[in-house]
């Protein structure tokens, strides 16, 4: 089975630097990343060659190493050397997404705390709550400390031991290739010690699965893919690590009378050719939902827009707000009964040239086009 070079997989030079290297590492990540195409068994494979390409190709001595022997260089001492475990780079996928890094300490402290992961909750909101903000309540099934042994996993009044395998230290050293790689311990799953006497209301994992109810307050003004983040509220930590953080993704439902653009709305209001051609006052709605009125001079187009100023969306932690364009499509009149017809007839053996201007100087145009061809030929 012959690899793709890296170099390749990032679509990038030999002679990359580590911004431009980062850059184009981000842009695939995110292309390819799981939850922008669930379910898509060869995104998910892609995701991983190239998280394998960047661990590489960032770090400095593994590149140099990666230089001088391809994919040799890892490919020594078998059991997934440079090939890290999904879920631990899904989190670095976040943390490059979103930076979080420097917020918290490394994953695993020496004295086996670990905290929990970060959570993702989709939530799908109307345009009207985006418009005045809402307290929305919110179900997530998510892991807690376990309450019966204090997060430990150990059977309360039980007593653990060290991991003989790696001493307490929870990370074991392996040699692979041409350099020594730390992991994870495969007999303690790096906690550092070892449950005899697992407990009972967990069975040892320490943390046990609840559905929890909670209050998020959604702001006004807040766009389609905005993140809110709840400091905490993720999964639980594990032996008194801390709690990640939940991040809940908005997104906003298709509203069937207003698009938005920003802070501003557009509403397309269908009027009569009558009306258009006469003029006079047509009643709009507003996302506010009280009506508005809109004067239509005489003459008006199909796509004149009116801007109603100030009735647009709020704008996120400000206290502007955006306008609402109306814009007029005539309808032409359909089902004619005889007597329209008629009158509409009528209607046109009294119209010139000077009540369709447009028209007539389209043809205009089109007749000087058209004998411009001849004169040429
Ligand atoms: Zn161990
Ligand atoms: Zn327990």
Not at 69 to 82: D, M, T, Y
Request: hydrophobic fraction near 30%.
């Amino acid at each position: 089975m012959s690899k793709r070079d890296y170099y390749e997989i990032l679509g990038v030079s030999r002679t990359v630097t580590e911004v431009e290297l980062k850059s184009s590492f981000r842009k695939l990540a995110m292309q390819h990343h799981p939850d922008r195409n669930p379910g898509d068994v060869q995104a998910e494979i892609k995701f991983k060659e190239i998280n394998e390409a960047y661990q590489v190709l960032s770090d400095s001595q593994k590149r140099a190493l990666y230089d001088r022997h391809g994919h040799a260089a890892f490919e020594q001492g078998g059991g997934g050397g440079g090939n890290p475990d999904f879920s631990d780079f899904m989190s670095d996928i976040f943390d490059s997404f979103f930076g979080e890094k420097g917020a918290r300490g490394g994953p695993r402290a020496a004295n086996g705390r670990e905290r929990g992961a970060d959570l993702r909750y989709n939530l799908e909101i109307g345009l009207e709550d985006a418009f005045t903000g809402k307290n929305a309540s919110i179900r997530v099934p998510t892991s807690v400390s376990c309450e019966a042994c204090s997060g430990t996993g150990a059977n309360p009044g039980s007593k653990t031991r060290l991991c003989p395998t790696c001493g307490g230290h929870g990370r074991v050293r392996a040699n692979q290739g041409f350099f020594s790689v730390e992991r994870t311990c495969p007999t303690c799953n790096g906690r550092g010690e070892v449950i005899d006497d697992p407990c009972k209301n967990c069975q040892g994992a320490g943390r046990v699965t609840r559905e929890r109810t909670l209050s998020v307050n959604i702001p006004a003004g807040v766009e389609d893919g905005t993140r809110i983040r709840l400091a905490g509220e993720g999964e639980a930590g594990l032996r008194g690590g801390p709690a990640g953080d939940l991040y809940i993704f908005l997104s906003i439902k298709p509203h069937a009378i207003f698009q938005r653009d920003g802070a501003d709305l557009f509403c397309r209001v269908p009027i009569g050719l009558v009306s258009a051609a006469l003029g006079g006052e047509i009643e709009v709605p507003t996302l506010s939902g009280e009506q508005a009125r809109v004067k239509v001079p005489e003459g008006t187009q199909t796509g004149k827009q009116f801007r109603l100023k100030g009735k647009g969306m709020s704008v996120l932690r400000s206290r502007e707000v955006g306008d609402l364009y109306i814009q007029v499509v005539i309808e032409t009149p359909q089902k004619l009964t005889a007597r329209q017809r008629e009158l509409l007839e009528e209607f046109e053996r009294e119209s010139s040239h000077s009540n369709h201007p447009e028209t007539a100087g389209f043809f205009g145009r089109v007749k000087d086009f058209l004998g411009g061809l001849g004169g040429t030929a």
